[in-house]
């Protein structure tokens, strides 16, 4: 089963963004790295979904995307597409993971998430 293990807030001005929901919600928020800044909602006592905010791409210029987990993210592709999404940005490689962009065949933005 696929989990919803991230998220991501694009926006055109992701400092304010980090204001907003720091100073709202409590949330923590690190030094970006890359132009991202990392977000944690919870901690060991009260968990909570983790994600991350930055300045959206020209695809995405802002929004909110979940990050679901899958064990092989190609054939994920594969059948996404299969079933009407569309590839926004194909598999690319971090460090520890394999991530990739589609919208789902309603208009979802979604991101597919493998780790290393």
Do not use: C
């Amino acid at each position: 089963m696929g989990r919803v293990v991230l998220f991501d807030l694009s926006s055109q001005d992701p400092e304010r963004a980090a204001a907003f929901y720091s100073s709202v919600f409590g949330w923590k928020i690190s030094e970006p790295n890359w132009g991202y800044y990392p977000v944690t909602t919870g901690d060991d006592n009260q968990p909570g979904i983790h994600g991350g905010i930055s300045k959206g791409p020209s695809d995405f210029p802002h929004g909110t995307r979940i990050q679901i987990e899958v064990d092989d993210i190609e054939e994920s592709i594969k059948k996404s597409v299969e079933l009407g999404a569309q590839i926004v940005r194909d598999k690319m490689e971090f460090d520890n993971f394999y991530l990739a962009y589609l919208v789902d065949p309603v208009g979802n933005g979604i991101g597919l998430i493998q780790n290393k």
